[in-house]
């Protein structure tokens, strides 16, 4: 995995608009760049058998946590049963909400569905557009929280990935998924996709690529807290905002709360 660190919002729009690999780039945006890139589904797994402990690895072999002499610690079967639990269950309590006559879903389309509205899912998000994934970043580094004195420290930093997809990326259990469904209205809006690594091997995504060999075509960017006032102003300017991004009655109100508080900070009052 290549590794780069910026301290400016223009040396990280230079990056983006000089660096461009041969292929189609995929990115996502981390509050930490100690977390793993890893589903919902696998964040649970990677909490498993001491993952919580300080300490733990959550990359890849992960300490031979999963392992007890050359077998698994959990039976066969229990992966994939566990994982599609949550699916099933969450078709039982849609019933009767999808509205009159909804259409048939395929499995991947209801993984999106169920995602799309808070799902443990495989799946993992990702967006085709990089200042998408700043402003969601740059809006958790801004924390709108109710803590009076909520701001970033000066150490405090950002982490986004991107990912390239060639003609490797695929294969031995990982698939990029680009659904099409009316009712992922905001997908479309922020041009997202996601990732589905279906292995019990690898809970996370940096481990299955770098121990495949495909570890290239993952690029890890950090941006300092520093880059928050000038990144948010210009994402402003280009009209990236939660109304865009989240066109229904939740982007306006996440919307305004931003623009309200924004005014008190620059005021000193928060």
């Known amino acids: ?42 964040r649970i797994l990677l909490a498993m058998e001491g993952g919580s402990r300080p300490g733990a690895s959550q990359i890849y072999p992960y300490g031979n946590r999963y392992r007890q002499g050359a077998s698994r610690v959990w039976p066969a079967g229990f992966y994939q049963e566990t994982r599609d639990r949550y699916l099933d269950l969450f078709k039982r309590s849609v019933s009767g909400l999808r509205g009159a006559n909804p259409i048939e879903l395929t499995t991947d389309q209801w993984w999106a569905l169920g995602r799309h509205y808070g799902l443990i899912t495989p799946l993992l998000d990702w967006t085709e557009k990089p200042y998408v994934t700043a402003f969601f970043s740059l809006m958790e580094l801004f924390r709108l929280s109710d803590d009076p004195v909520a701001r970033p420290a000066a150490d405090e930093s950002i982490t986004i990935y991107r990912l390239c997809h060639t003609e490797r990326l695929e294969g031995d259990g990982l698939r990029v998924l680009q659904p099409q469904l009316d009712e992922l209205g905001r997908l479309q809006h922020q041009r997202g996709l996601f990732t589905w690594l279906d292995s019990e091997t690898y809970f996370e995504l940096q481990g299955f690529l770098d121990n ?8 890890q960017i950090t941006l300092s807290a520093d880059v928050l006032g000038d990144g948010l102003r210009d994402l402003d300017t280009h009209g990236i905002d939660y109304r865009m991004l989240l066109p229904d009655l939740t982007g306006a109100a996440l919307d305004a709360n931003a623009r309200a508080d924004q005014r008190l900070r620059s005021m000193g009052l928060r």
Request: proline residues 8%.
């Open 212 to 219: 495949t060999g495909r570890g290239d075509l993952l690029t």
């Open 1 to 42: 995995m290549k590794t780069y660190a910026f301290t400016t919002w223009r040396a990280f729009g230079d990056f983006v608009d000089d660096d461009r690999p041969d292929c189609p780039v995929y990115w996502r945006g981390q509050r930490d760049p100690d977390w793993p890139l890893a589903s919902s589904f696998e």
